[in-house]
């Protein structure tokens, strides 16, 4: 069977409420249906963001190892003011552990449905803690979480990426994301993003030694099964295929879709120009399209490349399609991130917003 490990590589400051942000919090990890202990941080105290060099934290906890399964992550944070911390962060820690359990006791259409119903707990919790519980001023920030399903840990490698910043010195790796934000009293934005390093043991996939046959509508066995696998890594905005080996009209329809996105052949026939797409040719696409200037009605790598970046920069709004068409769902995520990021908000993706999105 294959093993999975967890890690919580750090956190990071996207925007700060104050000039100085004095910040503790929880994370936690479901396997399956078995809640791991509540991880505190810092060990004591508080960590400071915001100046040069303090924008990134770097943890490097194991939440999890063990056989693949359906994982939830669910993150909380709070901006401190006043208050013993070593008290709060005990007093978040069982609010957090409570809704794991009321969650986990009331899950009746599977594991990968816990994100929603931990968050939902977690937010009313947490208010409800108030200034009598809580420091009076302390800021809590709307908790978030993140599913992971087992096809998305079998195909973690593929999103690893490293993050850096202009000002801080180090640097994080990372696969996937949980963001929260919250204001203060006087209306100010904090955003801050958990991530998380999802590593794989180094195992032989089914479909190593298949190859890459042509495939159609009525095809089976198991290059359908690794072409199924493909489309999902490739189109995680779209409900996941059905990994069965058998290529008949929703396999049909998605590998249509993904034709359509990358501007070659509408046919339905996987052959060596879609495989090669689906292998490496369409990141590759991406990486040589550079960073031109793009707006509304630019289509191509580029916008790929951008829609993708902005799926992990932008990581608490729904996904967006990957799809190469600068239309204006894209504008408007375009326009989002460049709020966030206090820049321009123009819909225009020049060097400004390309030096945000890749720094």
């Known amino acids: 069977m294959t093993d999975v490990r967890v890690m919580w590589t750090g956190l990071e400051c996207r925007i700060r409420q104050e000039k100085t942000d004095e910040i503790f919090g929880t994370i936690q990890l479901i396997a399956g249906m078995n809640p791991q202990p ?3 941080f810092p060990d004591s105290g508080t960590l400071a963001f915001g100046p040069d060099g303090e924008r990134i934290f ?3 906890r194991l939440l999890y190892s063990g056989p693949v399964q359906p994982l939830t992550v669910s993150a909380t944070l709070v901006e401190n003011d006043s208050g013993d911390v070593e008290k709060e962060k005990e007093i978040i820690a069982q609010t957090v552990s409570t809704a794991a359990t009321t969650a986990l006791a009331a899950a009746t259409e599977g594991v990968g449905t816990l994100a929603k119903p931990v968050i939902d707990l977690l937010a009313k919790a947490l208010v409800g803690l108030g200034a009598d519980v809580l420091g009076i001023a302390d800021d809590v920030y709307n908790p978030s979480a993140i599913a992971l399903s087992a096809d ?4 973690a490698n593929s999103r690893r990426q490293t993050l850096t910043r202009p000002d801080d010195p180090r640097t994080l790796q990372f696969t996937d994301t949980i963001v929260l934000s919250g ?12 991530y998380l390093d999802i590593q794989p043991s180094a195992v032989t996939p089914p479909d190593t030694d298949v190859g890459t046959p042509t495939v159609r509508r009525g095809s089976q066995g ?9 489309l999902n890594d490739h189109m ?3 409900h996941a295929l059905a990994v069965d080996g058998d290529f008949g009209p929703v396999t049909d329809a998605r590998v249509r879709e993904y034709q359509r996105r990358v501007e070659i052949t509408v046919d339905g026939i996987v052959g060596p120009q879609t495989w090669g797409m689906l292998t490496g040719g369409e990141l590759a696409q991406e990486a040589a399209a550079g ?12 916008v790929r490349k951008l829609q993708r970046l902005l799926d992990a920069r932008v990581t608490d709004l729904q996904r967006l399609a990957v799809d190469g068409r600068f239309g204006p769902v894209t504008d408007g995520r375009v326009r989002e991130f460049q709020r966030r990021a206090a820049i321009v908000v123009d819909g225009i993706v020049g060097p400004q917003t390309w030096g945000h999105l890749t720094p």
């Open 58 to 60: 770097s943890a490097q």
């Open 236 to 238: 995680p905005d779209l």
């Open 183 to 194: 204001r203060d009293d006087a209306g100010d934005e904090g955003v801050y993003a958990f």
């Open 38 to 40: 509540v991880i505190k």
């Open 222 to 230: 198991e290059a359908v099964r690794k072409l199924q696998r493909l």
């Open 291 to 302: 960073t031109p200037t793009l707006r509304q009605g630019s289509h191509g790598p580029a």
């Open 152 to 155: 998305q840990l079998l195909s």
